[in-house]
Nanobody, 120 residues
Framework: QVQLIESGGGMVQAGDSLRLSCAAS????????MAWFRQSPGKEREFVAR????????DYADSVKGRFTISGDNAKNTLYLQMNGLKPEDTAVYYC?????????????WGQGTQVTVSS
């Protein structure tokens, strides 16, 4: 059984920074990619950032490019999201997820989420 556990969320003011962490408990695994998603009240969950381990490709949603940085370690099943220049519209529950196979776009493991609240 694999669990992804996020941490690092909190309440900050616009312009502040936060660093989210995600760690796996249970058995270790090697994934094709890991990503951060977020969901605001009344909105659908949206993609934030992804790291594809083979080649180290990084992908970001346009709304966070230049402000957020994803990093991590596949062997240690850890994932981070450095968030700078936070805006009120970044307020959401942030989830980390792991995708085991490149041939399937499905994310196999999800965390429970960590709340990020940005006040103006």
């Amino acid at each position: 059984q694999v669990q992804l556990i996020e941490s690092g969320g909190g309440m900050v003011q616009a312009g502040d920074s936060l660093r989210l962490s995600c760690a796996a408990s249970g058995r270790t695994f090697m994934s094709y990619a890991m990503a951060w998603f977020r969901q605001s009240p009344g909105k659908e969950r949206e993609f934030v950032a992804r790291i594809t381990w083979s080649g180290g490709r990084l992908d970001y949603a346009d709304s966070v490019k230049g402000r957020f940085t994803i990093s991590g370690d596949n062997a240690k099943n850890t994932l981070y999201l450095q968030m700078n220049g936070l805006k009120p519209e970044d307020t959401a529950v942030y989830y980390c997820a792991a995708r085991l196979r490149g041939v399937s776009p499905r994310y196999d493991y999800w965390g429970q989420g960590t709340q990020v609240t940005v006040s103006s």
